[in-house]
């Protein structure tokens, strides 16, 4: 899909003959964001769709106690060390950002007095600034005002290396931060920034400069503020047990009236994700449960208890099978997999095709995932406005036969094809994971009838995903012919997640194979599109950049999408408006959530 139909997508949701959601869910098949398929709307002139709530309390407060579960328990309370969700959600519990994303990837404002934009004027047409309002009536938990000093505190905190911030990325194309009064903060780039809200957005939360200001540096380790939070959130900090519970009480300032409804909030950690699931759905000892990767089957079961339900939201995750364009089997300058090697039949498009044939996604879908995994023939499925509409899935062992037969791949004696002195033999590694290891037999099945021998190794997640170099058995060595895994889309702009397809990301020996590019595939026309897309403007011919890159990732064949894997958390019946959102915090929205009786 190109610029000119997209335009002509957005021109129909504004004329109504299109709904909303409907582009929206048009943008994910392409391999979009939803939050980049609102910025297209946007531009468009449509109006966003704004979160409408069920419950309008009079009050704030007399809602008792909300118990949550997080199966992997959160071990400190500072955003800007957050090491995954767990963190960044129980921090989210207490500090806020200046805007949040809905599910329908709009961003709505926090600790901002309104969403810039070029409407009104506060986002430059150059894309090199950013101006925020910020609301006036917000206080720290502490009584102190929260002002444009903490705004331009915490990237100077976050960028000073000393501190270690994981947060960095989203703050290092920022040249600096203007004044311009006390509530009114001026962000400019360094260079031309489509995505002018990767800083102070989403994930990316505010901490007081006032408390964190002596611990800038080589000191930030040792702030108590760490573990004893001190926010603008809905709730107060009570008690943090690291690796066990977190523990809230309602903030009586908070700056959004008769809101939050609860009294106080229970974040539990540990255990694991069915338990969890259990003790949401058919005991009803908790309201909600967060990421539960438990099959669909098992789900419906423990539905049937009428307690509770799975809640399932699009994401950007997506479930593929990596193939790999260098030599697992031969080893250069002490490295496998090397750059300096050509994988020995992988590099034939004939074999690739054959491969893309082979994987059965309807019956992954239907027989494994169910509703949380969603078939795909896209890398890029969310959000909604860089999702190609140019590439279809399609399972036919005939037609993988016809194609690997007219490249000349011939069977022998044992029924396996060879070209050249080659065997098609492969070895198809994941992590040990029963929905894995289900898919892997179903591939398996299908190449075995196009005369390819798969054999299938399975890797304890914890060594699979290792950043540890000296593991040979992690995914990014790569040190077989075909691996899967699902990669996350953990930001609403899909320019870092693309990335993994660049010729500069390539995990390597030399990098300590801690870059994003694991198949070592290179292609000049997918690197010049990455670089246009970094500095485009026009949100439409941005999205064109995403799906053409996505369109030659799978035109190549470099991967095999198997499956995109919505988020999957479960809710209580009574538990209202705990709306979630695929790009942001499950706690994205905590001071609306309420209960009926």
């Known amino acids: 899909m190109d610029e000119r139909e997209l335009r002509e997508l957005t021109g129909r949701v504004k ?53 949550t579960l997080w199966w992997q328990a959160p071990t400190l309370l500072n955003p800007h060390f957050a090491t995954g969700t767990k963190d960044q959600d129980a ?43 910020l609301k006036k009536n917000v206080v720290w938990h502490d009584g102190k005002p929260f002002t444009a000093d903490d705004v331009i505190f915490n990237w100077e905190y976050v960028m000073d290396p000393a501190t270690a911030a994981t947060t960095q990325g989203s703050y290092r194309d920022i040249e600096r931060i203007d004044t311009l009064d006390s509530h009114t903060v001026k962000i400019v780039f360094k260079k031309p920034t489509p995505f002018w809200a990767a800083p102070f957005c989403g994930t990316e939360m505010i901490i007081p400069k006032h408390l964190f200001q002596a611990y800038k540096g080589d000191k930030s380790r040792e702030a108590p503020t760490n573990l004893k939070p001190v926010g603008t959130g809905p709730f107060r900090f009570v008690d943090f047990k690291p690796g066990d519970i977190v523990r809230g009480e309602l903030n009586p300032s908070y700056h959004v009236p008769n809101r939050p409804f609860f009294d106080a909030i229970e974040m539990k950690g540990g255990g694991d994700a069915v338990s969890a699931a259990r003790a949401v759905i058919q005991t009803g000892e908790y309201d909600y449960a967060w990421n539960i990767q438990v099959e669909d089957e098992a789900l419906r079961r423990m539905e049937q208890g009428g307690k509770g339900r799975a809640d399932i939201v699009a994401s950007g995750n997506i ?71 140019n590439t279809r899935w399609e399972f036919s062992v005939d037609r993988a036969n016809a194609i690997l037969d007219g490249a000349g791949w011939k069977r022998g004696g044992d029924g396996i094809r060879t070209k050249d002195g080659k065997k098609l033999r492969l070895v198809y590694q994941t992590s040990i994971n029963p929905l894995r290891q289900k898919t892997q037999q179903v591939v398996k099945q299908a190449c075995t009838k196009a005369g390819i021998d798969v054999e299938l190794k399975s890797v304890t997640p914890s060594v ?36 993994q397809f660049t010729s500069w990301e390539i995990a390597s020996k030399e990098n300590k194979w801690a870059l994003t590019n694991i198949t070592r595939w290179r292609n000049a026309e997918y690197d010049r599109a990455w670089k246009a897309a970094e500095t485009e403007m026009d949100p439409l011919k941005r999205a ?20 995109f894997r919505p988020w999957v958390q479960v809710i209580s019946l009574k538990l209202r408006d705990a709306v979630k959102s695929g790009w942001d915090s499950d706690f994205w929205a905590l001071a609306y959530w309420s209960r009926h009786a």
């Open 464 to 499: 699979y995903f290792s950043s540890d170099p000296a593991n040979p058995d992690t995914y990014a060595h790569f040190y077989a012919d075909i691996q899967m895994y699902t990669t996350t889309m953990t930001r609403p702009d899909p320019q870092r997640f693309m990335d």
């Open 15 to 67: 004329a109504g003959s299109l709904s909303r959601r409907r582009f929206v869910q048009t943008m994910l098949g392409l391999g979009l964001t939803a939050p980049m398929a609102a910025e297209m709307l946007a531009t468009a002139g449509v109006a966003r769709a704004e979160t409408k709530w069920s419950f309008n309390p009079t009050k704030r407060g007399g809602g008792g106690l909300l118990k």
């Open 319 to 389: 479930e593929h099978i990596g193939l790999n364009t260098t030599d697992p089997w031969t080893e250069v300058d002490g490295e496998r997999s090397s750059m300096k090697t050509a994988h020995p039949f992988l590099t034939d498009p004939a074999v690739r095709q054959a491969l893309n044939l082979l994987v059965d996604r309807g019956s992954v879908q239907d027989q494994i995932y169910g509703r949380t995994g969603i078939a795909t023939a896209n890398f890029l499925n969310a959000p909604s406005r860089f999702v190609s509409t």
């Open 91 to 133: 921090s989210r519990i207490f500090y806020e950002p200046l805007g949040s994303y809905d599910p329908d990837g709009n961003l709505v404002p926090m600790l901002a007095a309104e969403v810039p934009s070029l409407q009104n004027g506060q986002v430059a047409k150059d894309g090199t600034s950013v101006t925020w309002r």
């Open 544 to 563: 064109a950049l995403f799906v053409k890159m996505n369109y030659l990732a799978i035109q190549h064949v470099v991967v095999i999408p198997v499956v």
